[in-house]
């Protein structure tokens, strides 16, 4: 398993078939839907398709991502790409950042040079990461081989990736939405080759909506149910077509990327801490990447897979063992008032080997984007102790 270095570099005739997609869109039409009622409103659609189209420069970001040393490499059939950043002194101890839906590997981009050189952002040179960040299977630039990957075989895979591929026997590990899913289950799975976990989701393996309940929330974490409530309406669309039926669903979005863009960008607004404002969170250049990645890779509908193949029989991810706590690695998480569901303290320390629990004052369900400061103190300071463990 030998990685070979990967550049990305779009072939022109993709940007040219998206460019007359973008030029000869189909609008629907959208009655009294200003508020968002509906789904996306259909002014605001059009205005930031105008943009993709006209103003967009898909060039300029391909450029800025190569900026980063990219590699691509197959475990067990699988085609994996990712980042490999070196610390820009030192060792760096090594850590995996791991994305979700509908997210990407360049949503880590605000972390990466504060991670990897602290000391050109005020921070202490000890501090730094060598840095691997994946695309999961069926995201962007790791192509779907098969059927059957869930957040157990992705672990399987980064665990590979890191050991075999990489040389680490230790490693730390973090992640956001399936992301902190796939890190739970490295720290529960793995934990003698963990040497911490972090998350900004709790998506712990065994735990599943049913196992928690309204008593379970102190006093102080009131807040918490009342976001689970207003934050239900939110995801659960998603869910149940993305698990019930994704080929379904990605005939019409691999046809149409206005149609893959409104289904990505209505949850960067409903999911961040915008206040119904998303571009006050996210430029339009940052929008319009997001939906190109989705697009020119043909991969929105094999994103989709994930909830299917995890989430067949409930809302919870297997237990590999019976072993207690769950996780044994040291674990940490990162509390953003407005992430789409959120646990109570007590519930984590009962089921893992809880370091550091913090909770911050905004951010919302993609923190290394909205508050990248905020992820990376959470990483330093969790981690710092645990060097040369």
Known sequence: M????????????????????????????????ENWRFGVDGDWMKGMVEYWR????????????????????????????FLHIPAKTGKGMPLILTHGWPWTFWDYRDVIGRLTDPAAYGGDPADAFELVIPSL???????????????PEVADLWCKL???????????????????????YLGHAYPEALTGIYCTLPMLPGLGPAEIRPGDYAADEAWMLERNIESWPLVDSHITVQKRDPQTLAYAMADSPVGTAAWLWERRRAWSDCGGDVLSVFDRDALCTLASVYWLTGTIGTSFRIYAEQFVSALSI???????????????????????????????ERQADLRQWRIHDGGGHFAPVERPADVVGDLRDFLRPLRGK
Do not use: C
């Open 54 to 81: 006209d103003g967009f420069d898909w060039r300029a970001q391909e450029a800025e991502m190569n900026r980063y040393p990219h590699y691509r490499v197959e475990i067990d059939g699988n085609p994996i790409h």
């Open 2 to 33: 030998k990685p070979e270095a990967f550049q990305i570099a779009i072939p022109q005739s993709d940007l040219d078939d998206l460019q007359r997609r973008l030029e000869n869109v189909r609008w629907p039409a959208d009655p009294g839907n």
């Open 162 to 184: 890191m050991q075999d591929v990489l040389g680490h026997d230790r490693f730390a590990a973090a992640g956001g939405d399936w992301g902190a899913a796939v890190t739970a």
């Open 318 to 348: 297997p237990l590999a063992h019976d072993k207690q706590p769950i996780i044994a690695a040291p674990t940490a998480f990162g509390i953003f008032p407005k992430e789409i569901n959120l646990v109570p303290r007590a519930l984590i």
């Open 137 to 151: 299977p069926g995201f962007g630039f790791s192509p779907l081989a098969r059927t059957g990957i869930a957040v």
